[in-house]
């Protein structure tokens, strides 16, 4: 299995523009997390699917943040408009049921 | 009070040291245990689950209280490639956020 795959792995852009982050998880997996992750904030869970429906998006900062699952092998989370504070990893993870979460390799976004 | 604590560190410790990490957790309905680890930019990897019993992988081994709600990481004879950051996870199945992460322990093996 190949894994937790996300794209982009870098991501520069300036702010004011839109960002999408995309995820593809282990095949077989009923949940997919987003989180990012600063060096003051740690690891922060920003939402949830499971069977591709979202179950808390809680932790979206603010409605600039926007994430959809289509189809059970693909999500995105997208930032718009983007600002400097959005500046972190965000890393997509899944799992199948109870089992341990996988993580994906993370996209690093800076926004200048 | 934070749903999940963790020793803080930094852990500095020589090579072949025994080191152990403590994590606390809030929910005393918590199902599941993990150990993660996550070395320097790259993501969270799942280094052992804890069960009731306690279990042994090679050098590490973890435990878990439930009377008194926290679980350890012990790290034997200890090895450089063992630096790393060491998340502690708990899985609430009642809760809307499943899964709560510590913030980590950092710890560092001195050649």
């Known amino acids: 299995d190949a894994g937790v795959i996300q794209s982009p792995r870098h991501e520069v852009t300036e702010m004011g523009q839109e960002v999408t982050l995309r995820c593809k998880p282990i095949s077989g997996h009923d949940y997919l997390f987003w989180y990012r992750q600063t060096m003051m904030r740690g690891l922060e869970l920003l939402i949830y699917f499971n069977n591709n429906v979202p179950i808390d998006d809680s932790g979206m900062p603010e409605d600039r943040f926007s994430a959809k699952m289509p189809n059970a092998s693909f999500s995105t989370l997208k930032i718009q408009p983007s600002e400097p504070r959005d500046s972190a990893v965000y890393f997509c993870a899944s799992r199948y049921n109870v089992s341990p979460l996988h993580f994906g390799n993370g996209t690093r976004l800076t926004v200048t | 009070r934070k749903e999940v604590e963790q020793d803080p560190g930094p852990f500095n410790v020589p090579e072949g040291a025994t080191v152990a990490f403590n994590c606390t957790y809030s929910?005393?309905?918590?199902?599941?245990f993990f150990w993660y680890r996550q070395d320097c930019r790259k993501e969270p990897k799942l280094l052992m689950s804890?069960?009731?019993s306690g279990n042994e992988d090679g050098r590490f081994t973890a435990q878990l209280n439930r009377a008194s709600q926290y679980i350890s990481l012990l790290i034997r004879d200890s090895k450089l490639s063992d630096s790393a950051t060491y998340l502690c996870v708990v899985l609430d199945s009642g809760s809307a956020r499943q899964l709560t992460f510590g913030s980590g322990t950092q710890l560092t093996v001195l050649p």
């Open positions: 804890v069960y009731s």
């Open positions: 929910n005393s309905a918590s199902q599941s």
